[in-house]
């Protein structure tokens, strides 16, 4: 057991508290797989269309479509956007716009059933636990807001939205920046050093450290090989102690 004396946890989703391959062979795939007919069925839906101008800004190109939406209707147009979001999904690009867009995808499947989150038993089991304790739990992912809060209240053993006061994306600052983590930090109004952060990525814990932050780094089955000194190890979330 590691204790950390917090107050607040953040947790990583992806090789945190989910495993890699549920995100990589069941979320993602079903965003690509899904993608051509989504935009088919919204193509009038303003929500598409500010996540296609957000697309649109995360390449550098002006807000053309502010007020001129692209007519998804025209096969020619809709292919052209399926192409540059498939693009970027094969590059995981860690773009607002396309998170957003994979949440609103992600929406429909869970609304129907099709998609259920799988998480790490011994993750659920903190989350409710810490909850029930008094501990602050937020998240931090680079998936948008809306789809982490998808993520957590269709997962297979039950809706963990009710122990987790917020949620943090790209829109707090990229994931390997210091900022993010004080930015995180002041708008819990808590000093950088009352949080513990875990994730599977130890330049993220880097970042998080050097914002005074408490670390753990979390081995799970199927993450990425690396090494670290900075960051104590665990591989499951009961080796952790809050006090
Ligand atoms: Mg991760």
């Not at 992806?14 to 088919?40: K, W």
């Not at 807000?63 to 007519?71: E, I, K, M, V």
């Not at 998609?115 to 089991?125: P, S």
Request: proline share 5%.
């Amino acid at each position: 057991m590691i204790g950390f004396p917090v107050r607040m946890v953040v947790l990583d989703i992806e090789g945190t508290v989910s495993p890699l391959a549920f995100v990589h062979e069941v979320l993602f795939p079903f965003a690509r797989r899904e993608l051509a007919g989504f935009l088919v069925r919204h193509r009038d839906s303003p929500a598409v269309h500010r996540a296609l101008e957000q697309i649109a800004l995360d390449a550098g190109q002006p807000p053309h479509l502010a007020g001129n939406p692209p007519d998804l209707a025209v096969d020619a147009v809709r292919a052209g956007w399926v192409t540059h979001i498939q693009g970027l999904m094969d590059l995981d690009a860690k773009q607002t716009g396309l998170k957003g867009l994979q949440g609103l995808i992600w929406d429909e499947g869970y609304r129907s059933g099709e998609l259920k989150t799988v998480l790490f038993d011994d993750a659920v089991e903190a989350i409710r636990a810490w909850h029930h304790a008094g501990v602050r739990l937020r998240i931090y992912s680079s998936g948008s807001i809306a789809a982490q809060r998808l993520f957590f209240a269709h997962a297979v053993r039950g809706d963990l939205t009710g122990c987790l006061e917020g949620y943090h994306d790209t829109t707090t600052g990229p994931k390997r920046a210091v900022a993010s983590y004080r930015a995180i930090a002041d708008a819990a109004g808590l000093p950088a050093s009352e949080i513990l952060f875990l994730s599977d990525v130890t330049e993220e814990l880097d970042a998080a450290l050097e914002a005074g932050c408490r670390t753990a780094w979390v081995v799970r089955p199927g993450n990425k090989p690396g090494r670290t000194d900075r960051h104590p190890a665990i591989e499951g979330f009961a080796e952790i102690r809050l006090s």
